[in-house]
């Protein structure tokens, strides 16, 4: 009797570790939940900047004596510096708030785009390349980040296309096979960025070690 009790356990044990195993999606999605906040600070910084005004340009000395132009610059000089100290306060304070949960909205596609390992890169994944998938909300019910999936036919046109909102397209998440390593890439209209990332072993968390812009 004892003897089948602990062939029972044994056989309930590896069934549990069996059962804690994660498949790949799983782990695709820790990695973007723990550092989608870095990338979301990245890209509002760069989302308020395309708000900054430019300087007026230089005003027609024809039109105007020398003590009108000191006069005129000086006013448009004080409301520059002013507007960039809002901006900047604007700025900090979207920024502060994505380390609280789910206070900053951010968007992204619905469907992962696929991937490649690229020539440089020496680290060995479990994958060289992956295909697209799509991806569900639940993934993200960790993330610091409130996401918001977005279709690819509406990012071009409709509410999702005006929206004050940042919206950047992913990459599958390559992960290296002792699970410390992984890498993925940011896709925008102007410009893509890719995203190599380590395991922080004390905090339990991914971390953004480096980013190379195209």
Not at 11 to 35: G, H, I, M, N
Not at 147 to 172: A, W
Request: aromatic share 12%.
């Amino acid at each position: 009797m004892k003897k089948a009790l602990s062939i029972i356990t044994i056989v309930l044990f590896f069934f549990s570790c069996s059962e804690k195993e994660k498949s790949y999606e799983e782990l695709e999605a820790e990695v973007l939940c723990d550092v989608l906040p870095e990338i979301a600070k990245l890209e509002i910084k760069s989302f308020l900047r395309l708000g900054v005004v430019i300087p007026p340009p230089e005003l027609d000395k024809l039109n105007y004596t020398n003590k009108q132009i000191d006069s005129i610059k000086k006013v448009e000089y004080n409301d520059w510096e002013k507007y960039k100290r809002i901006r900047k306060e604007k700025s900090d304070s979207i920024i502060n708030l994505v380390e609280k949960f789910k206070r900053i909205e951010f968007g992204i596609l619905d469907t992962l785009r696929d991937v490649e390992k690229l020539k440089f890169d020496k680290s060995i994944y479990k994958f060289n390349s992956l295909d697209f998938r799509g991806v569900d909300l639940k993934e993200f019910e960790k993330c610091n980040l409130k996401i918001n999936l977005v279709n690819y036919k509406n990012t071009f046109e409709g509410e999702d296309r005006n929206s004050n909102n940042p919206l950047v397209f992913l990459t599958r998440v390559l992960i290296d096979e002792n699970e410390e390593k992984a890498f993925f890439s940011v896709l925008k209209m102007y410009g893509t960025y890719h995203v190599f990332c380590n395991l922080s072993v004390k905090e339990n968390k991914w971390k953004i070690e480096k980013i190379i812009k195209e």
